[in-house]
Each structure stands twice: as structure tokens, then as C-alpha cells.
């Protein structure tokens, strides 16, 4: 199994709404893209200093199958918008 996790820093300018929007988008690929196995999105409420904004967890068969998610036309309408609103990103991809 592939484990993708991502975790973003949003802009302040509708901070709150922008949040809830790319949760909601997030959310909904998995019943669009068929290689996304599942799917995690949590909103931090701690708001520390080191705190990231909104975390993404997602599963994979395997190595192509997320390399065919990141390439998939769903996938690249929702990332156009977080670039739009956040500032930040890291990323970790690992096999269990």
C-alpha cells in the first residue's frame, strides 16, 4: 500500500471558507478517481506557530496508481485551486 500524505498553509484572504471548500473537493475525488483508495482531510484546530492549516491523507495500491491520481483531470481541477489559496505545502509518499 501507498500512503500520500500533504499538509497546507492557507493565505489569509477568505482563510475559513477556502478551508472548507478544498476539504469538500478533496473529499469528493475519491468517488471520481478509481486508483484513490481512500481518502482523510482534517482541519487543524490547534493553530500553534509550527501547525499546518489542512491535512490530506490518502491510500494507493501501488506506486503508478499515484502516479496516475496525480495526473487524473479531477485531481489537477482541485490542486489549480489550492495553489490559488495556500502559501505553503510539504508532502511525504511512503509504501506499508
Do not use: C, P, W
Amino acid at each position: 500500500m501507498i500512503v500520500h500524505i500533504v499538509m497546507f498553509k492557507f493565505k489569509e484572504d477568505n482563510r475559513a471558507s477556502n478551508l472548507k471548500i478544498v476539504e469538500e473537493k478533496l473529499n469528493a475525488l475519491v468517488s471520481k478517481i478509481d486508483e484513490l483508495k481512500s481518502i482523510e482531510v482534517g482541519i487543524d484546530f490547534n493553530q500553534s506557530d509550527r501547525a499546518f492549516d489542512l491535512s490530506l491523507y490518502s491510500t494507493f495500491d501501488s506506486k503508478e496508481d499515484l502516479k496516475a491520481y496525480a495526473v487524473h483531470e479531477e485531481h489537477l481541477k482541485v490542486v489549480s485551486l489550492i495553489k490559488e489559496v495556500t502559501s505553503e505545502s510539504k508532502v511525504v509518499d511512503y509504501e506499508v
